[in-house]
């Protein structure tokens, strides 16, 4: 068992996250000896300036009248430095209280900036790799740690301390390889006194994953039709309990069955809860088997973990062994064991020191994975370490086939062999999109495919059809090849490292490839300064900086210098390439540094078509126009539904596209619209068909309709809606969910309702204020009587079931933005064509959108619930019509404040 060194845990309360503007409010602090709490200290802290929210008194249990009599942090700086000493600080996400806590000393006159800090959150990720995720909270229940209340300094600091001994004491246990590997990565960082292997060179590691398949034939077999399996006492009947046939159900199947039959493309929409999902398994796998491979394609992970752990193996039982399922993910979701290798062996030069953490905790998943896959790494987060993985992953212009050193076991390649040798192959509608922009280079042949969450593929064209640029696009880039302005890291300076001294004029190379990256930044960084410039001269009221001609021509920035200096770049790469890609102890490095380039002309194709602009069938516009730094240039397609016309429809053998929301007053034409497939040719016209629900929605959704406050166009409406917020919402004892259609309405009712539910002891949660969205939605489903306001995301794709939320608000009908691009974009164009850009545009979007967010409430049979909604044009407009047929005209009108609090309890 390894030695626990002397270390002091620490935890702060703040009065928010902003590390310039709030203020710490507690400080405690924990000394632990041989794995033991010893001594601590507290401190409430007063704050300076900062006034203390009501959720953070809420979440604390800190109130403003204990903060009054507190001393200020100046007072007790000195208690806290001679508390700790020298010993290292433990914290649980440690970038954060040092942040907050070296900021804190600077102001009053102390220098802590070279104090070590050592992160409970860092061990405990490489550590306990199988918890769900690794907040405090979480790790606290999972593994049995004593504390009397969460949010409060002194009992997470001792709780930060305990998990940091557990998570020493368990990396101890783990095979030898690791430990070493841990060394090697700690060298030159705070953590080198902690991990101290004398291992000189570290062995090779012994890997998980199997080699990679051979390719074989896809068997051929009868199956049977699909009525043999949804009715009473069916095939189905064998793997599902309890199972009842379903009219729907077996519809369902049948259209399907006949439409891979037969050859077309079918439109059908099911409620949730009909049985859709499986209706369509069976299907595809009965096709699948007969030797035509299937692909099913998810835009949720949720969904495609569901498919791929629940159902996909609960229907294969009954096709013993024929059926043969797979999943394939993009290419950079797969680790590259060779990038990984170089890593580990050059982490001063190839890692930043805020990478080193990410790094150190995916060194057991590594070890232990036998499918590379990043997704099942509950250590690792792909989003905040974006750059980090950009590193690790596999990528086609660096995993080059066969002179591969990690050939056969290639996570890659594993999983696109599993693919090519199965019949039914489970994807997501971004790669399919990818592969479809990319001419079907990604996936496995296939001959149908079934779109659940079809409602979703318009939105998901237009990202992955779209272009966009930015400074930091470029930069990320670049800081993989060259991070520091001082040089001597990165992968230039790798590999001019492994070059011969006797090769001066490669070294020479390497120095003129650096000097012209960084010119090329310093061009692109001038240039965005030079919009932001002229966008400073402009008037604020040009709506959502849409731009037609070429941004030379209408913002005065020439983009040639940076191509120039990028043409420079280019020029020294190909020559470094090509002049040490076969030396020895290169070759792999060098591809890397190809594949780079590879990413940058990617972005240099993306700047010229967005620079260039001068299209009328695409929108281009600008991102944050304000801040030079942060521009973002973005083109996107008006009609992304032709891409699908030319390069699809005309090909495929059968399609399904399905969803619980695709029709607008149980027509579907305005979804086929979206998607090319009106006035399609080759005999393609889509089969259509809506089922409505099984049983009567409307008998377990009640819905209240408010006629009292102003139309939501007029100036007092803001405050009418938080008033009405404000006198119902603290009263209320069930959870519920308020949504918005604009982060700003969402952030003035947050500020109304606050104070009332820190009066009344009840959780206020608030999208965009109180942390991420998990979080929230974690914290949300525990809770009772609490209040989650929401927008954007939160209208579709989150679960609450049963008591979870019983009262859904929706304080506006969601139509779509008229100062987005790309609705601005199409309504000038519908107007153009003297088309009635409402009832044509923005009635079909709310509908749909306006029923995904109605679905949050009921999502199965059993629950039940109430909608109130605040907005008066479902009554007032003739439009409103449209919207109340969603729940049948069965709703009640609000014509005051007391008929909804009547109505809420």
């Known amino acids: 068992m390894v030695k626990i060194p002397a270390f002091v845990a620490l935890d702060l309360e703040t009065t928010g996250l902003d590390f310039e503007k709030d203020e710490i409010i507690e400080v405690a602090l924990v000394r632990f000896e041989n794995g033991e709490p010893k001594e601590n200290l507290d401190f409430l802290v007063k704050p300076s300036a900062v006034e203390l929210r009501p959720f953070i008194e809420t979440l604390t249990g800190i109130s403003k009248a204990d903060l009054e009599s507190a001393s200020d942090f100046a007072t007790i700086a000195g208690q806290i430095c001679s508390f700790v000493g020298d010993l290292p600080i433990v914290a649980h996400n440690a970038v954060f209280d040092s942040k907050f806590l070296k900021q804190t000393f600077t102001k009053v006159g102390i220098s802590y900036d070279s104090h070590v800090f050592w992160d409970s959150l860092t061990l405990s990720r490489i550590a306990f790799q199988d918890v769900p995720n690794h907040r405090l909270d979480t790790l606290v229940q999972e593994l049995n740690i004593e504390r009397s209340r969460a949010h409060r300094a002194l009992p997470d600091a001792d709780a930060c301390g305990r998990l940091f001994v557990k998570a020493l004491e368990k990396i101890s246990t783990m095979d ?41 034939a896809l068997p051929k077999s009868k199956a049977p039709r699909v009525s043999e399996f949804f009715k009473e006492g069916g095939f189905i009947s064998f793997v599902v309990d309890d199972y009842k046939p379903r009219h729907n159900q077996q519809d369902f199947a049948s259209v399907m069955e006949r439409n891979m039959y037969k050859g077309g493309l079918c439109v059908l929409e099911a409620p949730t809860g009909s049985g859709k999902t499986l209706s369509y398994l069976i299907t595809a796998a009965n096709k699948a088997i007969t030797g035509e491979r299937v692909l099913i394609s998810t835009a949720t992970r949720t969904l495609q973990e569901q498919l791929w752990t629940e159902a996909i193996p609960q229907i294969a039982k009954i096709y013993n062994g024929e059926l043969r399922p797979a999943i394939l993910k993009g290419r950079d979701n797969y680790l590259c064991l060779r990038k990984f290798e170089e890593l580990l062996m050059h982490p001063q030069t190839l890692l930043s020191a805020e990478e080193r953490d990410s790094f150190m905790a995916l060194i057991p998943w590594v070890l232990s994975t036998e499918t590379g896959d990043i997704n099942e790494c509950n250590s690792f987060s792909q989003s905040r370490n974006r750059v980090l993985w950009s590193k690790l992953s596999c990528s086609a212009s660096c995993c080059n ?84 302005k001082a040089g001597g890291d990165g992968l230039i300076a790798e590999i001019a490292s492994r070059i011969p ?46 731009y037609t001609n070429s941004i030379l021509a209408e913002y005065e920035a020439d983009p040639a210098t940076f191509l120039e200096q990028y043409n420079n770049a280019r020029g020294f790469a190909e020559k470094l390439v090509a002049a040490t890609a076969n030396m020895d102890g290169l070759k792999g490095i060098v591809s890397d540094l190809d594949s780079r380039m590879t990413e940058i002309s990617h972005f240099i194709s993306d700047f010229e078509f967005v620079t260039k602009a001068g299209r009328n069938d695409w ?4 991102e944050e126009p304000f801040n030079p730094h942060t521009i973002k240039l973005h083109a996107l397609p008006l009609h992304s539904g032709n891409v699908w016309r030319e390069k699809f429809y005309p090909w495929i053998k059968s399609a399904t596209f399905t969803s619980a929301t695709l029709s607008v007053q149980a027509d579907l034409t305005y979804f086929l619209q979206k998607m090319g497939m009106d006035n399609l040719r080759l005999g393609k016209q889509p089969f259509v068909r809506v089922y409505t629900e099984q049983s009567d929605v409307n008998e377990r959704r009640s819905v209240m309709v408010a006629k009292f406050l102003p139309k939501p166009s007029a100036p007092e409406f803001g405050d009418a809606l938080n008033d009405t917020l404000l006198k119902v919402l603290p009263n209320v004892e ?48 525990k809770e009772r009587g609490a209040c989650l306001l929401g927008c954007q995301s939160l209208w579709e794709g989150v679960d609450f079931p049963g008591d979870a939320l019983k009262l859904l608000v929706i304080t506006k009908l969601p139509f779509p933005n008229p100062s987005d691009p790309l609705v601005a974009g199409l309504t000038n164009e519908m107007k153009a064509a003297n088309k009635n850009f409402f009832k044509d545009y923005f009635i079909p979007e709310a509908y749909i959108e306006l029923r995904q967010g109605m679905g949050r409430l009921l999502r199965s049979d059993s629950d039940s619930g109430k909608v109130l909604i605040l907005d008066n044009r479902v009554v007032l407009e003739r439009y409103g019509k449209t919207f109340a047929r969603i729940w049948n005209f069965k709703n009640r009108i609000a014509g005051s404040v007391s008929d909804i609090e009547r109505f809420v309890k």
């Open 401 to 484: 086939g066969e002179n591969h050193s990690h050939h056969e076991n290639c996570p890659a390649l594993i999983a696109k062999r599993k693919a090519m040798n199965a019949n039914m192959v489970l994807v997501n509608h971004s790669l399919f999109l990818s592969d479809l922009q990319l001419d079907f280079a990604l996936l496995p042949s296939y001959e149908h495919i079934v779109f659940d969450e079809a409602h979703r593929l318009p939105e998901i064209s237009n990202q992955v059809f779209g272009r966009s640029i930015s400074f930091f696009g470029f930069r990320n880039i670049a800081k993989t090849l060259e991070p520091s």
């Open 501 to 546: 001294a006797e090769k001066p004029e490669l070294h020479e190379i390497c120095d003129k490839l650096s000097e012209a990256l960084g010119e090329a930044e310093k061009a692109l960084h001038r240039f965005f300064m030079k919009i932001g410039k002229k966008l400073a001269k402009q008037k604020n009221g040009r709506s959502g900086f849409t």
């Open 176 to 216: 030898p390889w690791i430990y070493d590997a841990l060394s090697q990565v700690a060298k030159g960082s705070g953590y080198e006194t902690l991990f101290t292997s004398k291992v000189e060179k570290l062995s090779p590691p012994k890997y998980k994953l199997p080699t990679a398949p051979a390719l074989e």
């Open 734 to 781: 069930e959870n519920t969910m308020v949504l918005f259609t604009s982060v700003a309405t969402m952030m003035k009712a947050q500020a109304a309702l606050a104070p009332a539910f820190a009066e009344r002891n009840k959780l206020l949660l608030c999208q965009h204020v109180d942390g991420s969205l998990d979080g929230l939605v974690a914290m949300f489903r």
């Open 619 to 622: 929108v281009f516009y600008m």
